[in-house]
């Protein structure tokens, strides 16, 4: 999701829910800090032991000067990749039910074109990233143990940096349904994708270059930050209009036409009707929060909402126009409909998004403390649950990285 929906789209649940104007200007420019506090930025905050990255621009911040990882799973570099885009953007859901039973084909072509089988420790890692994959708000335990960590934080700071942890934590809720069964955490069969197909005829050159054929060869290390998130599939998951199809390369048979009529094994993605429902459960969820329900729902159907509804008519059916040659110009058209709309409502709009609006350092703050307390709850589910795990999550070798990627001062 991109800052249409992080700051508009919450700020509107924010108001639909009962908080004050200006309670849900901070709430929505928290969600979207969380896309904003990357190294670069981060180095010119003075935020002390506070000090933590949420978001990274580019490879070269991923992995320095490398896209090659070693085969160490557990490196200085592999805890910090997914301990940065785990916690904020691919919130970890399927621990109790996901794995390797779930891999159609454990072959592979490597960068020379090669057939090659996967190590019994590539295979280990193949399993917990399986585990490891985002899933919507709904079905996922770990989303509702983050709210409820939310509500408990909010009744006890009540105050800005109280609505700064609601604010992140709607970011990463919604996050779970853009993001749905990608992971925050390098691997080709995870992440890498067969074929990805925009399922609507458009006039718009930029979105018909949108459809494409995912990487077939396994060019890099298995874990390599190629692999990492929906990198794979373009900006497809975070267009609110889209609506496209793709394979999951963990459910790609051997070859090319068993693929074909295995038509029940690709991912059909409707996100106006995600993205819908994605507004849905942060309004239910900050109901929650706020007290006015005394049971968390992050049913999309529950707590139905005309006003909610609306927005897919007048937002999420709406194209780009032709003219709109590029994401930048696509971000732009989605924020003006947004703008737009909420205009014609009785909450307002939002003033334009800044990064010095609110206080970095008490968002900082509550950043760093929600993601030990995600990481620490996950640790603890996978050493229950998935004992033989081959990687977990190391705080210390997360800030070890943050430290390393952070620009030197001059």
Not at 66 to 87: E, L, V
Not at 181 to 190: K, S
Not at 244 to 251: E, N, Q, T
Not at 357 to 379: M, T, V
């Amino acid at each position: 999701m991109n800052i249409d929906f992080h700051y508009y789209a919450t700020y509107y649940a924010a108001g639909l829910s009962g908080f004050k104007e200006g309670e849900a200007q901070k709430i929505a420019w928290a969600a979207q800090m969380v896309d904003e506090l990357y190294p670069s930025y981060v180095a010119q905050c003075d935020l002390g032991e506070d000090t933590i990255v949420t978001c990274q621009e580019s490879l070269k911040e991923l992995i320095w000067d490398n896209i090659q990882y070693s085969d160490d799973f557990n490196s200085t570099i592999s805890h910090g990749i997914r301990g940065i885009w785990a916690p904020f953007h691919f919130l970890p859901g399927h621990i109790d039910d996901g794995g390797i039973n779930e891999v159609i084909n454990l072959n592979y072509r490597n960068a020379k074109g090669n057939v090659e089988k996967y190590t019994q420790e590539e295979q280990d890692y193949i399993d917990i990233c399986l585990a490891l994959r985002c899933r919507k708000g709904t079905n996922s335990p770990t989303a509702k143990k983050m709210i409820e960590y939310v509500k408990k934080q909010y009744e006890k700071l009540n105050d800005d940096e109280g609505l700064y942890c609601i604010g992140l934590s709607m970011h990463v809720l919604a996050d779970t349904w853009a993001h749905d069964d990608f992971a925050g955490i390098p691997c080709y069969m995870v992440n890498s994708i067969f074929k990805r197909t925009v399922l609507e005829d458009d006039s718009n050159s930029y979105l018909r270059s949108e459809v494409t054929i995912g990487t077939s060869l396994n060019r890099f290390a298995i874990n390599s930050a190629a692999y990492l998130g929906h990198g794979d599939a373009g900006h497809a998951p975070d267009y609110d209009f889209l609506k496209y199809r793709y394979f999951p390369r963990y459910r790609v048979p051997g070859n090319f036409i068993t693929s074909f009529f295995k038509l029940n094994q690709r991912m059909e993605i409707n996100n106006p009707v995600r993205f819908q429902e994605a507004i849905r459960a942060m309004y239910n969820a900050l109901c929650y929060i706020r007290n006015d329900v005394s049971t968390l729902n992050l049913s999309s159907m529950a707590n139905g909402n005309k006003e909610i509804d609306d927005v897919k008519k007048s937002v999420f059916h709406k194209k780009p126009s032709e003219n709109d040659a590029s994401h930048d110009d696509v971000v732009v058209d989605r924020k003006n409909k947004w703008v737009d709309f909420l205009h014609r409502r009785k909450y307002g709009c939002p003033t334009d998004f800044s990064k010095e609006y609110g206080n970095i350092k008490l968002f900082a703050r509550q950043a760093k403390s929600y993601r030990n307390y995600i990481l620490s709850y996950i640790n603890s589910e996978i050493n229950a649950k998935r004992k033989n795990a081959i990687i977990n999550f190391s705080i210390a070798e997360i800030d070890n990285f943050i430290k390393k990627i952070l620009p030197k001062s001059k």
